[in-house]
Nanobody
């Protein structure tokens, strides 16, 4: 069992930066693919960034060059550094831990953290 707790959200002006953190409890953090999703009001939840157990990364086109995902396996934490924020980045951001092992998928979610980009 893994529990995820996001932090670091808040209100920021356009062009500003925020760093989200997702702290995981439980074992095996380094074996999980970690993902950040976001959901804006009235929209479906969408994938923002992914970091694999081997540290490979991938990003949605809308955030490439602005957001950076990273992980610290010693601290059981994944980060999302968000720069040059735009109003359209406003959403609740969710952390997700996923892995497939022995034919089964383990899939855990955090409670989300609000990011609001507004002047």
């Amino acid at each position: 069992q893994v529990q995820l707790v996001e932090s670091g959200g808040g209100l920021v002006q356009p062009g500003g930066s925020l760093r989200l953190s997702c702290a995981a409890s439980g074992s095996g953090f380094s074996t999980y693919t970690m993902l950040w999703y976001r959901q804006a009001p009235g929209k479906q939840r969408g994938l923002v960034a992914t970091i694999g157990s081997g540290d490979s990364t991938d990003y949605a086109d809308s955030v490439k060059g602005r957001f950076t995902i990273s992980r610290d396996n010693d601290k059981n934490t994944v980060y999302l550094q968000m720069n040059s924020l735009k109003p359209e980045d406003t959403a609740v951001y969710y952390c997700n831990a996923w892995r497939r092992r022995n034919g089964f998928s383990d899939d855990y979610w955090g409670q989300g953290t609000q990011v609001t980009v507004s002047s």
